[in-house]
């Protein structure tokens, strides 16, 4: 009996489907439909298509998981079921939304897999070395009568990451020249396999889209920057905040803006760097000046008795949350706080390493977030660090050879 219960469930399912996918080739057909007849009202005409996922293709992905781990190939919505009328003079073609990293079997190379191991059953894959350039060659050879487009396709370069893609092609976390590189190569792969067009997203950074990865604390989005959100991070153009103060090492445009409601002094800074170094007591610090934008926390501490050294030792700590935090972290055996606390920046060896208590913050966030529901975010183990991509240090604003040496804090210079 339960097994003939399992049965029934599964083709219940099945027919569900079916009728959903049904439901999906009708709307397809109806909305270029009435596009058209909108067209022929006025007496004009556009080439008409429909906007597809790789999710609705209608190919076969054997590598992609089965349901229930993955709903991502169980129903298709094929463009060849619409046909155009001779009078319709202005065409009609096929386009995709393709990136490189999703969904999963993207990032699985096919002769890499016995499932389709017998690559002599799809001659129309020439690459089998590439998913994403597997793939394009079946979509090309399907759609072979058709003008085929990809409409929408990118790679982010936010600091966090949803996804890690093949051969880096990730959701995030990708510096700007590599992935400047990689859309190149993208770009280069679409034309390779004889589509007709590609269209890049985006032209610019979008403050209000959010990612799965983050969307536990994404509320009013459009009102700040979450860097760490690869969605928001997609822009050709860059759609920054206007950062308080320089990242260069000096004070001087920390102390000219000391009634500005974002930032904040704390002890004296001196933008002559150490003036009284020899009746200051060692290890001194002079004062400290907190900043922010809508993007980024600043931060400036000087030393009362000289500049900084790579042998210097700094621990910062951040208690962002009330009434929980760590005392002690991982790695770190010789810093205890007198204090819990939820973040900790630690400068050490010439290197700033940023840690977190991951699994306080994310319950504290959970709670934090009133009548939702959110979906179960993979922590990071207790106190690891967390480093941004590298790029080149932004510390010319000075045209001198006294300028401190300085790691850039954001993905381009920050400005006034």
Same mark, same amino acid.
């Given at each position: 009996?339960?097994?003939?219960?399992?049965?029934?469930?599964?083709?219940?399912?099945?027919?569900?489907?079916?009728?959903?996918?049904?439901?999906?080739?009708?709307?397809?057909?109806?909305?270029?439909?009435?596009?058209?007849?909108?067209?022929?009202?006025?007496?004009?005409?556009?080439?008409?298509?429909?906007?597809?996922?790789?999710?609705?293709?209608?190919?076969?992905?054997?590598?992609?998981?089965?349901?229930?781990?993955?709903?991502?190939?169980?129903?298709?919505?094929?463009?060849?079921?619409?046909?155009?009328?001779?009078?319709?003079?202005?065409?009609?073609?096929?386009?995709?939304?393709?990136?490189?990293?999703?969904?999963?079997?993207?990032?699985?190379?096919?002769?890499?897999?016995?499932?389709?191991?017998?690559?002599?059953?799809?001659?129309?894959?020439?690459?089998?070395?590439?998913?994403?350039?597997?793939?394009?060659?079946?979509?090309?050879?399907?759609?072979?009568?058709?003008?085929?487009?990809?409409?929408?396709?990118?790679?982010?370069?936010?600091?966090?990451?949803?996804?890690?893609?093949?051969?880096?092609?990730?959701?995030?976390?990708?510096?700007?020249?590599?992935?400047?590189?990689?859309?190149?190569?993208?770009?280069?792969?679409?034309?390779?396999?004889?589509?007709?067009?590609?269209?890049?997203?985006?032209?610019?950074?979008?403050?209000?889209?959010?990612?799965?990865?983050?969307?536990?604390?994404?509320?009013?989005?459009?009102?700040?920057?979450?860097?760490?959100? =690869?969605? @928001?991070?997609? %822009?050709?153009?860059?759609?920054?905040?206007? +950062?308080?103060? $320089? #990242?260069?090492?000096?004070?001087? !445009?920390?102390?000219?803006?000391?009634?500005?409601?974002?930032?904040?002094?704390?002890?004296?800074?001196?933008?002559?760097?150490?003036?009284?170094?020899?009746?200051?007591? =060692?290890? @001194?610090?002079? %004062?400290?000046?907190?900043?922010?934008?809508? +993007?980024?926390? $600043? #931060?400036?501490?000087?030393?009362? !008795?000289?500049?900084?050294?790579?042998?210097?030792?700094?621990?910062?700590?951040?208690?962002?949350?009330?009434?929980?935090?760590?005392?002690?972290?991982?790695?770190?055996?010789?810093?205890?706080?007198?204090?819990?606390?939820?973040?900790?920046?630690?400068?050490?060896?010439?290197?700033?390493?940023?840690?977190?208590?991951?699994?306080?913050?994310?319950?504290?966030?959970?709670?934090?977030?009133?009548?939702?529901?959110?979906?179960?975010?993979?922590?990071?183990?207790?106190?690891?660090?967390?480093?941004?991509?590298?790029?080149?240090?932004?510390?010319?604003?000075?045209?001198?050879?006294?300028?401190?040496?300085?790691?850039?804090?954001?993905?381009?210079?920050?400005?006034?």
């Amino acid at each position: 009996m339960p097994a003939r219960q399992a049965q029934d469930r599964r083709a219940a399912a099945a027919a569900a489907a079916a009728a959903a996918a049904q439901r999906g080739q009708a709307t397809s057909c109806c909305i270029p439909l009435q596009i058209a007849q909108l067209d022929a009202s006025f007496g004009w005409q556009h080439p008409l298509t429909f906007t597809n996922w790789v999710t609705t293709d209608p190919l076969v992905h054997p590598l992609e998981p089965p349901a229930p781990t993955s709903y991502e190939d169980w129903m298709s919505v094929d463009a060849t079921h619409l046909r155009t009328r001779r009078s319709w003079t202005a065409g009609y073609f096929v386009n995709f939304h393709a990136y490189p990293y999703y969904p999963f079997f993207l990032n699985l190379p096919p002769a890499d897999y016995p499932s389709i191991a017998n690559l002599s059953a799809h001659p129309e894959i020439r690459t089998p070395t590439d998913p994403y350039a597997a793939y394009l060659e079946e979509l090309r050879a399907y759609f072979a009568d058709y003008a085929l487009i990809i409409t929408e396709v990118g790679l982010p370069s936010s600091y966090g990451t949803a996804k890690i893609g093949f051969q880096g092609r990730n959701h995030g976390f990708l510096e700007e020249n590599n992935l400047g590189a990689k859309l190149r190569d993208i770009v280069t792969i679409i034309k390779d396999r004889q589509l007709d067009g590609a269209i890049l997203f985006a032209l610019h950074d979008e403050w209000f889209k959010r990612t799965w990865n983050t969307e536990i604390v994404d509320w009013d989005r459009q009102y700040w920057h979450n860097v760490l959100s =690869p969605e @928001q991070v997609f %822009g050709i153009i860059a759609v920054e905040a206007q +950062a308080p103060v $320089y #990242v260069d090492g000096y004070v001087d !445009d920390w102390l000219a803006r000391p009634n500005a409601t974002n930032v904040r002094l704390y002890g004296t800074l001196d933008a002559t760097d150490a003036a009284d170094a020899a009746s200051a007591a =060692p290890r @001194q610090l002079r %004062g400290v000046g907190i900043a922010h934008d809508e +993007a980024y926390l $600043y #931060v400036v501490v000087q030393r009362a !008795d000289a500049p900084w050294e790579t042998t210097d030792h700094l621990v910062l700590s951040f208690d962002t949350i009330p009434d929980q935090g760590s005392l002690t972290w991982a790695n770190l055996s010789r810093v205890t706080m007198g204090h819990a606390t939820d973040f900790l920046l630690y400068f050490a060896d010439g290197t700033l390493t940023l840690y977190v208590r991951s699994r306080g913050h994310r319950r504290s966030l959970r709670s934090a977030v009133a009548n939702r529901a959110p979906r179960t975010m993979r922590p990071l183990a207790e106190g690891s660090p967390t480093r941004p991509p590298t790029c080149t240090p932004t510390c010319g604003r000075r045209p001198t050879t006294a300028a401190p040496t300085c790691r850039c804090s954001t993905r381009r210079p920050p400005s006034l």
